[in-house]
């Protein structure tokens, strides 16, 4: 555990090592938080979980609870907080950690305690600071010149399979939810039992080719991030960097009312969840797209050696995809071990997303893992697979 803990901290620290202080302090967006903030933040969610409530310690600061507590300090005012400089972060994460490491080291993950169960406490905190790398890398996109200490090219050179447009999925009955056993989070439990109709699926994630001869046909408004070249074409431009726009790679930064009016015009629909749970089943996170360091998508159609059992594609990995499901609770859903993860976000607000992007740590996606955000959003790594009926 101590050596997992390490390694999800270097590689925060990695995303964040070409970054400026300014850089750090800068508010891009109000919906994002200053990359400064996720910092101090995933080490005082730490301290909270790891330090105080395992350990039964004080706090280093007991001010700082309150400022990096996420509900109470909404994103759009985080850039104004008396938090942490660039100066003084470093050493509250470290001494964060040393004491998170003392107390790793005297406690027995015990079964009759539910949070040291499976060591769930500890599974926590780094789904935690997983999931911060990904909205820090939602952030990055927005941040001129970013140089990347690390990146991993293969994804974009996956060869790419031909196949049918679209995959058919068997109906009846199918398990859906994460098993009692392993970590998960509270939302994706308990595991039951629903019944579908037979449906058809895209196998691949709908790609920029496709989404172009949309905007051609209807003149919808572009993904986030696009412009028009001048020419008729489109360029994109991320991380301060302008690239045309490639055809062959699955779309992304689409909000869910993009992609529900883009699977409406292509005669199709988008899945519910329980039906992107069904089709994702046999998918591996293995021979996947995940892990941040591709910095982008492998192309629509890559990974077909590692299709889903009823033949899809990257349903793992590369894009989130947008489901039609509001994000509500499953039947006998029981609050584990805090309101304000999931059901605080429950109701017809929210739509679920599904499958985990190039964005998103490996260790942080599994086929259950079910995703939110508002239909109006696309700073995320979000893209569209659609559905349709067995008639
Ligand atoms: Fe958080």
């Known amino acids: 555990m101590a050596e997992r803990l390490d390694e999800a901290r270097r590689h925060t ?3 964040v090592e070409p970054l400026s202080e300014e850089q750090l302090n800068r508010v891009y ?11 101090g933040h995933i080490a005082n969610f730490e301290e909270l979980w790891l330090v105080q409530r395992i350990g039964g310690r004080a706090p280093l600061r007991g001010d700082l609870g309150e400022l990096y507590d996420a509900i109470e300090q909404p994103r759009k005012i985080r ?3 008396p938090i ?3 100066d003084e972060v470093r050493p509250y994460m470290d001494g964060v950690r040393e004491r998170t490491l003392e107390v790793l080291d005297g406690i027995d993950l015990e079964p009759e305690d539910p949070l040291l169960a499976d060591g769930f406490v500890y599974e926590m905190l780094l789904a935690h600071e997983y999931q911060h790398n990904e909205t820090m890398l939602q952030l990055l996109q927005m941040v001129e010149e970013y140089e990347p200490v690390e990146v991993d090219r293969a994804p974009a050179s996956e060869p790419v399979a031909e196949g049918p447009k679209m995959v058919r999925a068997e109906g009846g009955p199918h398990e859906i939810g994460a098993p009692a056993v392993g970590f998960a989070y509270d939302n994706e439990r308990p595991r039951h039992r629903v019944d579908l109709e037979p449906f058809w699926i895209d196998r691949t994630p709908v790609s920029n080719a496709d989404y172009m001869t949309y905007l051609e046909e209807t003149g919808a408004e572009p993904p986030m991030y696009w412009e028009r070249d001048g020419e008729g074409g489109w360029v994109r431009t991320a991380m301060g960097r302008s690239e045309a726009v490639d055809p062959q790679l ?3 930064h689409v909000s869910w009312d993009e992609a529900d009016a883009f699977a409406r015009w292509a005669g199709k629909r988008l899945p519910t969840e329980l039906e992107w749970e069904a089709a994702a089943q046999g998918a591996s996170r293995e021979r996947a797209n995940l892990d941040q360091f591709s910095f982008g998508p492998a192309p629509a159609g890559a990974y077909a050696d590692a299709a889903s059992e009823c033949g899809a594609v990257q349903m793992l990995g590369d894009v989130w995809e947008w489901t039609s499901s509001d994000f509500t609770a499953y039947p006998d859903f029981r609050v584990f071990p805090y309101p304000e993860y999931s059901e605080v976000f429950f109701g ?5 997303l599904r499958g985990g992007a190039w964005a998103a740590r490996r260790d942080a996606i599994r086929i259950s893992f079910r995703n ?3 239909p109006i959003r696309r700073q995320i790594f979000a893209g569209i697979r659609c559905a349709k009926d067995d008639v």
Do not use: F, M
Not at 33 to 38: C, M, R
Not at 348 to 352: L, N
């Open 79 to 81: 850039g104004e907080l």
């Open 13 to 15: 620290l990695k995303l």
């Open 250 to 252: 699955p779309v992304i």
């Open 29 to 39: 967006d109000p919906i994002l938080s200053p990359l400064i903030w996720d910092l």
């Open 372 to 374: 939110w955000d508002l």
């Open 84 to 86: 942490l400089t660039a």
């Open 348 to 352: 017809d607000e929210h739509r679920v």
